[in-house]
Structures are given as C-alpha cells and as structure tokens.
C-alpha cells in the first residue's frame, strides 16, 4: 500500500525531529552550557510519540499494533533512562550505575517485540501461532537480571577498582555477559529479517525484500563508524541510533507490504468494482466505488428494510446499519436471469434452425453455416452441462434463509462466469488454431472477480505471451475450474500464478485446505487429455495444484 499523504507529512515531521535531535547534541558539543541530553529526549519522545499515533491509525492486524507500539514505549523509556542518568545523577552516583544497566531493559526487549510482529506477517488475524515464541522472554529476562546484578559477579562490566569508579572511562572492562547480550540483538536483528522474507508468501513482494536491508546496512555503517571514530564525533548516540534503526525497519516492511497498512484505502475503495459504499448518519455518502454512481439517499434508506430493485430489475440494492451509519452495496442479477433463459430457449433455437435448413435447402452455403453454429452450440452444452445441472439445482433448491440464498446465488455466478467465458474461448477458437494467451489471463481473472464476490481472497499473477493452441487454453481454463469445483464451498483463499514461456504453459494454485481434499486422479486425467501433466500436493493447511502443458504455439 503507497502511503498516504498525512503519513508522508507525519513522516517529514519526525525525521526533522531527529534532525533537530543532531543539531542539538553538535551545538551542545560547540558552545556548552546547556543540557542538549533533556532537549534531545524531548525531539525523541515527541518523534516516539507522532510514529506511536501513525502505527495505532495505520496497522490493520491488532496482534501488529500491539507488539509495535511495545516496541515505542520501550524507545521513550529508553531515552528516559539516558537522560534522567546524564542530567539529574552525580558522575559518581551509584543511581546512576544501575540507570546504566537498566538500558539493557528495553534494549533486549525491543528487539524481542521486532521479532514477535515479523513473526505474524503472512499469518491470517483469526489464527494463532505457537506459543513457543513466549520462551524467548527467558533469555531475554536472564540477560537483563544478569547485568542489572552486575555489582555481585561483574560478568557483564568488570571494576579493577571496585564499582564505585565506574564513571571513569578506563575503569571498566567487558564481561562475558556483554558480549552475550550484543550477541543476542544480532541474532534477533538476523532472526527479524530471515522471518520476514520467508514469510513473504507472495513472489512480488520478494522483489521488495531490498528495502528492509537499507536500514540494516546503515546500522553496519554506523556501528563501523562508533567504533572507529571518537565518541563526541557522533552526533548520534547508541540507544538514539538504534531505536533510530528500529523504527526504520518497521516502517521498510510496512512499505514492503510485509507488513499490513490501511493508507490510502479510499483511493482503492474509489477505483474499485465492489459496487458497494458506506453513507454516514446524516446522509452523506462517505465511500463509495464508482459501479454505485447511481444510488442516492432515498434509495439507500429503503433498501435497509427490503431489497431494491434498479436498472429495469438488473441490479438489487442492499444496506444494512453500522456504527456512525449505514453500508450499502449492489449485486448484478441479469446474468443469473438470462442464463436461465439461454437454456431454456436452446432447444428451441436449433429447432427453429433445422426448420429453416429444410426450408433453405437450396443455399448450400447457408445450410452449412447452420450446421456448423449447431454443432458449436452442441459442443458447447456438452462440455458445460456439469455446470449447467449445478445451477439448475442451485435455482430449483429451498433455502433455509436469506444468507444461504445469497451464498448459493455466488455459487451459481462462479458456475456462471465460467460458463459465459468457456463458451466465448470455444466460439473464439472456431476462428482458427491457435488464441493469444491474454484471453486465457482474462477469462481467469473474470473468475477471480465472482470468487472474491463468494468471499474468497483470490489474487492472480499472469506473465508471458505469445499464441497457444485453442486446445491447450481451454484445457488450462477447465483444469482451474475443476479444481476450484472441488474446493468448494469451503475455500477461503486462492492465488493463482500463470507462466507462458516459450512452448510452455505452468499455471500454479495455492489455497487453503478445505478438509475434504481434491482429487489427483481427477485433475491428472484432465490434464492427460491436453498431453499435460498435473500435480496435486498438500503441504500444512495449504493445497498446491500444478499444471504443466505444452502450449503449442510460437
């Protein structure tokens, strides 16, 4: 998702914040005589505080919101622990060593909560992951009691001189337990970015994985940096740097789309075909997409009681009551009509052309058109009267309310849609051998489109092109409308990627597993028909289908 405007604003605004931050700290370096570290800690928090804001308006996922906006108070209370040390502790004052080991607290645990959000990208908001994860508090915890001990074992700072001196540069060493606890944040930093990109499930988001590098790669530089330069030629600290970093990872896996984000879901909404909207309690149309152009008020307010019907009774229009007002949305019915009619009038079609062959027997060039278009016609009811029997029945069943008859009426435009596009390839394809790929790419996403409308997360991915032979497209076509037949009803998310390179077509489905399996001997032989092969797999709660077919085109 792009952001949107008030996110780049808030965005600018915090990175002046840091900005000022620097400046701060360089003038404070310069002139003296002012505690730059209050002043620094004020930019931080209200910085802190502007992304806190942004990451509650902006993370779709609860689970997300919840371990990111830890993650902003662990900063705040960081940066609080640094400056309560430098501006209101003694050099010497043991209040203020314990301050110091209490950095590690929100240091380990921030970290921590990076880790718990990477882990819920990719999965669905309804379902829970291991409870496993919760036993990394324990090392997490043990790093941080270990060094807030330190003056009892001096694992994590060793005192030569006794821990009374520890403001003094060179009286202290590193301990084991330091290097465990900077061993721990690259691990998680290494374990952060390792989940992110094996959960992006989707190919395209791959392609992106380069942008949460940038803030990593500028962590390399900085801790290169630290360690080379002088401590007073770093304008920024290293609490300061890296809740710097942090924010900047998670804000790269939300630009990523790793990571769900709800900007600029009302340009989406307006360039949608939902042909749905939501009017607020005064009656202002608030969203709406652009297939709802014709809905008003009234219509809208009597459509809460009864359905409506619009467009020569085409379209019927729903709303319903939400909080702050009312969600109306509009369902195309004359497909559903006609394609009861078509049936129903077919027999008397070819009759009427047979009557008109005999009459017209002596136009030889007109008789053998009819018959041509009669055995098309023929061809056509064949090879779809599974589908046609399905919405026959679907037509002719009770209901046992108006939820099941709506989701039977999604059933029946699936069947529908596939029925309409299979008979347009078939027509297509009496024109000659061979049909350019893009018509296999939009007759599937036609489906798609009737399959989110039966509340089914489907996205496809299409690439190639060239011609195919009108054989292998519509074996392609049915083998997808077989599987999806067999999914049914519980499917609840698809995707679908289509390959044409070279004489060769690969079409892949992902979807979640219904419980009652596909059937591979099924799908096999439909691919055995093209010359093809078909895989049917199942790995954890998702089904793979492969189909693989020679497209014999150019």
């Excluded at 060793?158 to 301990?175: L, V």
């Excluded at 401590?231 to 804000?251: G, N, Q, S, V, Y």
């Excluded at 009861?340 to 008789?367: F, Q, T």
């Excluded at 037509?395 to 299979?422: G, H, P, Q, S, T």
């Amino acid at each position: 998702m792009q952001y949107g405007r008030e996110t780049r604003k808030l965005n600018i605004i915090c990175i002046g914040l840091v900005a000022l931050a620097a400046l701060s700290r360089a003038a404070g370096y310069t002139l003296g005589g002012f505690s730059h570290n209050s002043i620094i800690f004020v930019l931080y928090t209200a910085a802190a505080f502007i992304w806190t804001a942004q990451i509650n308006r902006r993370i779709t996922d609860r689970r997300e919101r919840r371990c990111l906006l830890w993650t902003a108070a662990m900063i705040i209370i960081w940066m609080a622990l640094r400056t309560i040390k430098y501006d209101f502790t003694a050099p010497d004052d043991a209040l203020g060593r314990y301050l110091w080991y209490l950095y590690y607290a929100p240091q380990t645990l921030i970290v921590l909560m990076v880790f718990f959000t990477v882990l819920y990208i990719g999965v669905p908001e309804g379902r829970r992951i291991s409870g496993y994860r919760n036993l990394l508090y324990i090392p997490a915890l043990l790093i941080i009691a270990g060094i807030m001990t330190n003056d009892l074992h001096q694992l994590a700072f060793a005192f030569p001189d006794g821990p009374e001196h520890w403001h003094e540069a060179s009286s202290y060493t590193y301990g084991p337990l330091y290097y465990i606890a900077v061993a721990w944040l690259a691990l998680m930093f290494a374990a952060i970015l390792a989940v992110a990109m094996i959960r992006c499930a989707i190919s395209a988001g791959r392609k992106k994985m380069w942008i949460p590098l940038i803030p990593l790669g500028a962590a390399v530089v900085y801790f290169a940096a630290f360690t080379i330069l002088s401590d007073r030629m770093m304008l920024l600290k290293m609490p300061e740097a890296i809740c710097l970093i942090l924010a900047a990872f998670t804000e790269s896996l939300i630009v990523s789309h790793l990571i769900p984000s709800n900007d600029s879901y009302g340009d989406l909404w307006n360039a949608s075909a939902i042909g749905a909207g939501i009017m607020d309690d005064d009656g202002n149309i608030q969203l709406r997409s652009g297939d709802v152009s014709f809905v008003d008020e009234a219509l809208i307010r009597r459509a809460e009681n009864e359905p409506v019907m619009l467009q020569n009774g085409t379209v019927v229009l729903k709303s319903s009551k939400i909080r702050g007002g009312c969600g109306f949305w509009t369902r195309d019915v004359s497909e559903i009509a006609a394609i009861n009619s078509r049936i129903k009038e077919l027999g008397d079609v070819v009759s009427e052309e047979n009557a008109m062959l005999e009459a017209e027997n002596r136009l030889a060039e007109e008789k053998s058109r009819i018959r041509q278009q009669e055995a098309i016609y023929e061809s056509i009811a064949v090879r779809v009267k599974p589908q046609i029997m399905k919405i026959n029945e679907i037509l002719e069943a009770r209901y046992r309310d108006e939820a099941d008859f709506e989701k039977k009426m999604e059933y029946a435009c699936i069947l529908n849609v596939y029925i309409k596009r299979y008979s347009n390839l078939v027509l297509l394809s009496e024109k000659g051998t061979s049909l350019q790929a893009g018509e296999l790419f939009m007759a599937l996403d036609e489906s798609l489109v009737y399959l989110r409308l039966y509340s089914v997360k489907a996205c496809g991915f299409y690439s190639g092109e060239g011609r195919m032979e009108c054989d292998a497209l519509l074996s392609a076509y049915r083998f997808f409308e077989t599987v999806i037949e067999e999914a049914m009803p519980d499917i609840t998310v698809l995707m679908v990627d289509v390959e044409v390179s070279g004489e060769l077509l690969t079409m892949k489905l992902e979807m979640n597993d219904t419980g009652h399996g596909i059937s591979p001997a099924k799908a096999c032989r439909q691919a055995e028909k093209c010359g093809g092969t078909a895989d049917i797999s199942t790995d954890g709660d998702t089904v793979y289908a492969v189909l693989r077919l020679a497209t014999g085109g150019v």
